[in-house]
């Protein structure tokens, strides 16, 4: 009996032949996203995806309307495009090459700076940057950046983007994503947004909207001659008050005779008992310019940009003007444009069939060259490194020949 249960518990009764559990089916491995398939809903397949509706404005008021944004991107701009740039693969280093050609000379109405200029400032004010490639078939002939405010993106029901969608005055263009796509697309990062990148001037928006409010301010101050307003008090007899003409007549009088800066110093006529009585500045208004620095200061740590270069008070973070050009270098330009040259070398291999790289060289920025020089002193007094591990530790190819790997 004792037998009989601990074989029942076992699971298998007396004299029954044990079957074997089924194999389950091999399940086809497919190489995509497990979540590719969430990022866009099915409704927006084949649609172009909203970018946020505040970049247009904020372009407006942190750049064409506030100095220290638009310093602060034509600094980062004009030295990223500055950079100088080479072009190498895994063998050797190029100095003269198709891509170099079409880099230096994008198209007839541009050149290298200026195309470079204009697609890292169109990445540091909206999070985007597009390029076109005009082509056949090979290289490009030509590139082109659009604007990012025009374009949109189409993902497709993966959510990959499958098109791009280029509007302007009322006509659309849809560039399709093949196999080589003609349009390459640089984004910032953005956490919350699929599509499109994340800008500094988003970021940064409130300390923009204060930096201008505070320019208004002084403005305004500065038409009324940069002196604070008063009250004109009516010490009638017995306390009596100004009759409706006397109070018109005075508004109209002091609204074309005493308002505006061409007004100012004017002096003041009073009579039947009227008595002016200044108001001197709070407290609050006194720390009015400290907050307009404040709020300038926040701006340029948006963009990476240190404040002692452009120009702000009360900021002691560097030791002098030299290390702070160094970091602005090192922590912001360098890594944009590492990033974006590195972008468009992928992109363009695409083209061409072979493995590419631009970057920018770094033997040749003045504002590195004594980091450069202590790095290349270092590599070479070190005796235990071959020359294929100095030539890797530096950046450069390895060499050709019986020197080489």
Sequence with gaps: MFDFLKRKDMGTPPGAVPVPAPVPAAVPEAKASAAGQLIAWPSTAGRPAQAPRDTTLLTQQGFTRNPVGFRAVRLIAEAAAALPLILQDSQRRYSEHPVLDLIARPNPAQGRAELLESLYGQLLLTGNGYVEAVSEEGLPQELHVLRSDRMSVVPG?????????????????????????????????????????????????????????????????????????????????????????????????????????????????????????????????????????????????????????????????????????????????????????????????????????????????????????AQWRRVAAASFLSQAEKRQLLGLPPLEGPDGP
């Design 157 to 373: 029901e993966d959510g990959w983007p499958v098109a791009y969608d280029y509007t302007v005055g009322g006509r659309r263009h849809r560039f399709a994503v093949g196999e080589t796509s003609p349009v390459c697309h640089i984004k910032s990062f953005h956490p919350q947004d699929d599509h499109y990148g994340l800008s500094a001037l988003q970021a940064a928006a409130s300390a923009i909207e204060v930096h201008n409010g505070a320019s208004r301010w002084s403005l305004a101050l500065l038409e009324n001659a940069a002196r604070p307003s008063g009250a004109i008090v009516y010490n009638g007899p017995n306390g009596g008050t100004m009759t409706q003409d006397q109070f018109d007549r005075l508004t109209a009088e002091m609204e074309q005779q005493h308002q505006g800066a061409r007004n100012a110093g004017r002096p003041m006529l009073l009579e039947g008992g009227l008595d002016w009585k200044p108001m001197g500045f709070s407290p609050s208004d006194m720390e009015f310019q400290k907050t307009k620095d404040a709020a300038a200061r926040e701006i340029a740590v948006a963009f990476g940009v240190p404040p002692m270069i452009l120009g702000i008070p009360g900021d002691a973070t560097y030791a002098n003007y030299q290390e702070a050009n160094r970091a602005f270098y090192r922590l912001t330009v360098l890594p944009l444009a590492t990033r974006v040259t590195q972008t468009l070398s992928d992109w363009l291999s695409d083209f061409t069939g072979e493995r590419i790289a631009l970057a920018p060289d770094l033997d040749q920025i003045p504002a590195l060259a004594a980091e450069r020089e």
